[in-house]
C-alpha cells in the first residue's frame, strides 16, 4: 500500500500552465506504475496520462496528447504532471494513483491506491 498527496492543481486561464505534483509514503514507489486521472462534475473519472516503473514508457489520454507531460522520479517519490496549453474543458479534480500490475494503464479498475485529488479549473 502507498499513501498519495496531489498538490499544485489551481485556477488558470486557457493557453496557461500548471503542474501537478504527487508525493508517495513508503518505500516501494518505485514497483508502481504511476497515472493520472480527472473527474469532471457529473461525469465518471478519465484516465489523463500514465508512467511505468522506471520512467521510460509514458501513456496518454488523447485529448491531452502534445499537451501534458507526465514523469517521475523515484528517488523523490513523485510524480509529476505538466499541463500545458490548458483548456476549459481540462477543468476537473485531478487524482494521482499508483498501479501495482501494470497490465492497463489506462484502467481505473487495476489501480489500488488514490490520493485525495486536486482542482485544476481553466476559466475560459
Known amino acids: 500500500q502507498v499513501q498519495l498527496v496531489e498538490s499544485g492543481g489551481g485556477l488558470v486561464q486557457a493557453g496557461g500552465s500548471l503542474r501537478l505534483s504527487c508525493v508517495a509514503s513508503?518505500?516501494?514507489?518505485?514497483?508502481?506504475?504511476m497515472g493520472w486521472f480527472r473527474q469532471a462534475p457529473g461525469k465518471d473519472r478519465e484516465f489523463v496520462a500514465a508512467v511505468s516503473w522506471s520512467g521510460t514508457n509514458t501513456y496518454y489520454a488523447d485529448s491531452v496528447k502534445g499537451r501534458f507531460t507526465i514523469s517521475r522520479d523515484n528517488a523523490k517519490n513523485t510524480v509529476w504532471l505538466q499541463m500545458n496549453s490548458l483548456k476549459p474543458e481540462d477543468t476537473a479534480v485531478y487524482y494521482c494513483?499508483?498501479?501495482?500490475?501494470?497490465?492497463?494503464?489506462?484502467?481505473?479498475?487495476?489501480?489500488?491506491?488514490w490520493g485525495q485529488g486536486t482542482q485544476v479549473t481553466v476559466s475560459s
Open positions: 513508503g518505500r516501494t514507489f518505485r514497483s508502481y506504475v
Open positions: 494513483a499508483a498501479d501495482p500490475t501494470g497490465r492497463d494503464p489506462s484502467a481505473v479498475r487495476e489501480y489500488s491506491d
